[in-house]
């Protein structure tokens, strides 16, 4: 049977609408709100496999998706959950750590300065698993069900479960290429002028050195933080040592 009409959606539903139908359907057929009821149990195994079928990157199911990463990159595209996607935003800020000599202060200098950052994981889209499965201790709804009895009154409360956060998925297998973390270092080099003058300790800002802004977004800025190496008078050349006689 075709899965979209199992969840009641067109097959060409967006992601978001497929999940909000598959929650409903499976909180309302869930076997603990419905004990005893085989049909219920029933339909709620069949929107389990339906929506497994849909998410699980099969071509003829989800409108040729490539594998289950295209899906999770496609509903998490915005770092997570179903917010705005199409707002401009604002790259992330680089930050770093230079340690210049007092000279380079006095007269400034442009310097060589190594940023270290961290990046999605290409290879599993920043979810740290080269694959995922349906959470088996929610069967997939992202509820868990608990029970308050008092008296002869017994109340059924939901809350999101904790083993998947209430996504219904879980980790199956870690990716190789993150080693499971979801990100992975990178670095990159920069020309960054100090200029002359420049207290010891704060920071020079170079606007939009920083890394890519989203949906046509602006960059981040580079930061970085001067220190000074203080001299000896062994390693200053006579050019460099008027200098800091004239600064007495």
């Known amino acids: ?30 076997p603990d709100k419905n004990m005893g009821d085989s049909e219920a149990e029933g339909k709620f195994k069949k929107i389990n496999a339906a929506y497994e079928q849909i998410t699980s990157g099969d071509p003829n199911a ?16 915005s770092g997570g959950g179903f917010g705005p996607r199409n707002m401009p935003r604002k790259g992330p800020d680089l930050t770093a750590a ?23 994981c ?28 008092a008296g002869n009154q017994r109340t059924n409360m939901l809350f999101p479960c904790q083993k998947c956060g209430g996504q219904g998925r879980v ?3 870690m990716c190789g ?3 499971g973390h979801g990100r992975k270092e990178e670095s990159k080099k920069m020309k960054v002028r100090i200029p002359a003058g420049v207290q010891p300790g704060s920071t020079v800002r170079m606007a939009g050195g920083g890394l890519p802004g989203q949906n046509n977004g ?5 930061l ?8 000896t008078s062994k390693n200053l050349s006579p050019e460099q040592l008027a200098v800091l006689k004239e600064m007495k």
């Open 1 to 30: 049977m075709d899965p979209y009409k199992i969840l009641g959606v067109s097959r060409d539903a967006s992601p978001e609408e497929i999940k909000k139908a598959y929650r409903g359907l499976a909180k309302q057929f869930h």
């Open 62 to 77: 989800f409108g040729g998706f490539d594998d289950i990463n295209s899906f999770m990159n496609n509903i998490f595209r």
């Open 98 to 120: 230079v340690a210049v000599s007092l000279y380079d202060i006095v007269v400034g200098e442009e310097v060589d300065v190594l940023f270290r950052y961290a990046v999605r």
């Open 122 to 149: 290409s290879s599993c889209n920043g979810s740290g698993a080269s694959s995922i499965k349906v959470c088996d201790a929610c069967n997939g709804s992202g509820q868990r069900t608990m029970y308050h009895e």
């Open 171 to 173: 980790p199956d297998k």
């Open 177 to 179: 290429t993150c080693q």
């Open 218 to 222: 602006p960059s981040g800025d580079a």
């Open 224 to 231: 970085v933080k001067v220190k000074v190496a203080m001299p």
